[in-house]
């Protein structure tokens, strides 16, 4: 085998070239992880939405919780099903709530979009424990107040601790800014339930009814029970179900960050191809040497495609790093979208997690890999006499 | 000029690496100018819809209001509007498709009048408004459903509790900027469908799109509606059909910005990788540039010499990815994929602009190689053993 210090001095020896093909790696690498970021930021905050033991009931053929209904009736029967966790007081783990829109716009922008509020039941809290109050205070129930997390606090005029906003043709105050640990509660504002559900004239039925199953058999058992009852004549899904069907509407933005990333690996093997070209056409006497010397084909192909893998590692990490900068320097970066299953707002944060920067890792390793082939399979077909001529 | 065939076969002369130079450059064009599209395809057809003075008509909370059928008539009456119809997006589930397609229920008699870029045969307008049940389809969501005349489409409410069955009267069809992809039914099924189950919030419309006289005359309606029913339950927020558009991409948050930093990498990307391999020629040919000068070019010659080589490579990569994806756009047709990219095309301007920033790619990293080559002593470079 060649050693790996040959390839090494070999990069080191043409500073400037190396250097720019790991900056150009360095750079797909960089735009790939940022892609794949937004997607995987996404589906996270859906996905940590969801506690694997919650229920969600919405009116049948219904898909997201602005447009369906749920009877107070309804609930009733349900809340008395056996199989509902219950709170220190004996109290069912159920919630009726109420979603509507406001229609805010975002900060520095003058179109406003859909914004999720939720009219809460004092039980909601129990279903949510991550929630906290991080400046402010909780808003009293039967007054126009309301509390808001802290991402759409950040991203939305009149969403400010103080500010007074419009939903349903009511005013209310910004009375406390929330945390929930990510999650698509975060991109909600919450308020009384009965006080909203005044306002949007909706007495009698609620949007959903959000429970929790005592055990992973009784939540099977519930859905169960819940879908096949043609008197109450409503839809349940788990919570996970729920999310991951949302997540599954905004695969458009998924399709979009691998279409980028596939063109960019592509783009770039062509660059690592050029280089390890000049690379080899520039050493042919040196690989004529190194075949005179005794070293059989498999060496040398071995050692130039090593030589690209390392280019591209290379530029791999400069590309991780450059991600892992954002989070470091800036803290992240928020931004938000429109959930195309429910038409709202979803305020979450790129994810440069390890999956995220593997994946960016596996697109510098392919174009290596590829890049760097043809270009070694030449290096190994010349023959030596011919390379051993070359100037 | 007379050193073009030179520059030419310069060009050609390691085959591999321009070709690998070239394709490199193309494939990212391409995805530059593709997400590009994304914004530019819509502002165009926004700019080209704009001629016929639409203006959407909004509940105050946006499109999650909605606004009794009856402000279509008062609507109508305001000075200035020539025709008004209603559009509620009905938002049903097709078969087992998972995505949807727009479904608008609306006013047979009117539609035309206030799309007048779409068109339809007569004999089928005609039958459409003779069926309660029927609907009218884009000619381009026709194909991809295989729908003709006379087929079913069941469509299974979400938004609404309520199931369609429509059957196809006609197929419209407009120009490119039009969206080819809506089914059209009558409001009256869809309300009268709602009524039937009780559901509370029938005899609503979505939205309330009208035609205004003239452009001029567009502010003084939009005031004179908003005015009209100012202090009634559903106040309304009109807006222009383009505001309207780019209340959507609003939606999807900052798009242009995500769009404009990935371009912004793909292009530095490229401009690393291509003055290494313009670095790496000019280095191969050092004993051959100082040969050039001995004999008399001076150094602004190979400097521009080297440029146009350069400029060449990348123009080609535009050529295949700019140009290349505003035919592969033309002739894929991709609502088969999504409903949604029906209407995505490359605008011409949006391809040209991707031509000429590869001009500019392959101008600047041209630059330092073709200094250096311009500033190679005779002397050493002459002796020199690559």
């Not at chain 1, 219950?86 to 179109?111: C, H, I, M, W």
């Not at chain 1, 919450?190 to 009784?218: E, F, H, I, N, Y």
């Not at chain 1, 400069?318 to 900068?325: F, I, T, V």
């Not at chain 1, 392919?366 to 051993?388: E, T």
């Amino acid at each position: 085998m060649i050693p790996i210090k040959y390839n090494y001095r070999s990069l080191m020896a043409r500073k400037v070239g190396s250097l720019m093909t790991v900056l150009g790696v360095g750079m797909v690498v960089w735009a790939s992880i940022f892609a794949f970021g937004l997607s995987a930021g996404l589906d996270k905050t859906l996905e940590i939405a969801a506690d694997p033991l919650d229920v969600i009931v919405l009116r049948k053929g219904s898909t997201s919780e602005a447009v369906s209904a749920v009877t107070e009736s309804a609930a009733r029967e349900i809340t008395a099903l056996p199989g509902i966790e219950t709170d220190k007081y004996g109290n069912p783990l159920a919630a009726s709530e109420l979603v509507v829109f406001a229609y805010l716009p975002r900060r520095g922008s003058t179109q406003p979009v859909n914004v999720s509020v939720r009219g809460v039941d004092p039980m909601s809290r129990n279903l949510r424990e991550g929630l906290e109050i991080v400046e402010g205070r909780d808003f009293t129930p039967g007054v126009r107040e309301a509390i808001v997390s802290s991402a759409m606090s950040q991203r939305f005029q009149r969403l400010g601790l103080g500010d007074k906003f419009k939903v349903e043709g009511g005013e209310f105050e910004v009375v406390g800014i929330f945390e929930a640990g990510g999650g698509a509660v975060e991109s909600e504002v919450w308020t009384d339930q009965p006080v909203l559900a005044q306002l949007a004239k909706r007495t009698g039925a609620m949007s959903s009814l959000q429970l929790r199953a005592a055990s992973q058999a009784d939540q099977e058992r519930l859905v169960n029970r819940i879908q096949n009852d043609e008197q109450i004549d409503l839809k349940a899904t788990t919570e996970v179900n729920y999310y991951a069907e949302q997540a599954q509407q905004s695969s458009l933005i998924k399709v979009v960050g691998y279409m980028i990333a596939f063109f960019l690996t592509i783009g770039a093997m062509f660059a690592v191809a050029n280089t390890m070209y000049g690379a080899i056409a520039s050493r042919a006497r040196e690989i004529g040497t190194l075949r005179a010397l005794g070293f059989g084909r498999l060496s040398i192909l071995t050692a130039f495609v090593l030589e690209s893998l390392v280019l591209c590692l290379a530029g791999a990490v400069l590309g991780c790093l450059g991600a892992l900068a954002i989070t470091f320097f800036l803290g992240g970066i928020q931004t938000g979208t429109m959930n195309p299953g429910t038409f709202t707002e979803v305020a979450f944060s790129f994810d440069f997690g390890p999956r995220v920067l593997a994946q960016g890792a596996i697109l510098a390793v392919v174009m290596g890999l590829v890049g760097g082939f043809l270009p070694a399979l030449r290096a190994v077909r010349m023959k030596v006499v011919d390379a051993l001529r070359e100037v | 000029m007379k050193f073009l065939p030179m520059i030419f076969r310069n060009v050609f002369r390691n085959k591999i690496r321009s070709l690998f130079t070239a394709a490199s450059i193309a494939v990212s064009l391409f995805l530059v100018v593709t997400l590009y599209s994304l914004i530019t395809a819509q502002e165009e057809s926004t700019d080209a819809n704009s001629q016929a003075n639409r203006v959407a008509v909004l509940h105050e909370a946006g499109l999650a209001g909605n606004l009794p059928i009856s402000y279509v008539n008062r609507i109508s009456r305001v000075p200035g509007v020539i025709h008004t119809i209603p559009m509620s997006w009905f938002g049903g589930n097709y078969r087992e498709e998972t995505t949807q397609f727009p479904q608008f229920a609306t006013d047979a008699k009117e539609l035309f009048n206030v799309y007048p870029e779409l068109t339809i045969p007569a004999d089928e307008l005609e039958a459409w408004q003779n069926d309660k049940t029927g609907c009218v389809v884009g000619a381009l969501i026709a194909r991809n459903k295989g729908w003709k005349i006379g087929s079913k489409i069941p469509l299974q409410g979400n938004i609404y509790p309520a199931n369609l069955e429509l059957t196809v009267r006609g197929i419209y069809d407009g120009p490119p900027t039009m969206d080819r992809g809506w089914v059209l039914f009558h409001f009256d099924y869809f309300d009268e469908s709602l009524k039937k189950l009780n559901y509370p919030n029938s005899g609503n419309a979505g939205l309330v799109m009208i035609r205004a006289e003239s452009a001029a005359k567009m502010p003084e309606v939009m005031q004179a509606i908003t005015a009209a029913f100012e202090s009634s339950d559903a106040p309304v927020k009109p807006m222009t059909e383009k505001d309207f558009a780019a209340s959507f991409m609003e939606m999807m948050g900052n798009v242009r910005g995500f769009i404009r930093m990935t371009s912004t990498a793909v292009v530095l990307a490229l401009l690393c990788v291509a003055a290494n391999t313009m670095a790496m020629s000019v280095r191969e040919r050092t004993r051959e540039i100082a040969l050039l000068k001995a004999i008399g070019f001076n150094q602004s010659t190979i400097l521009g010499m080297f440029l146009a080589e350069s400029v060449t490579i990348g123009v080609l990569g535009g050529i295949l990815g700019a140009l290349g994806a505003k035919l592969l756009f033309y002739s894929v047709d991709l609502s088969s994929i999504d409903a949604g990219l029906g209407m995505f095309y490359i605008p011409w301007r949006t391809a040209l602009w991707g031509l000429a920033l590869a001009a500019v790619v392959g101008l600047l990293s041209g630059l330092i190689p073709a200094w250096r080559a311009a500033h190679v002593s005779v002397i050493e470079g002459l002796r020199k053993v690559v």
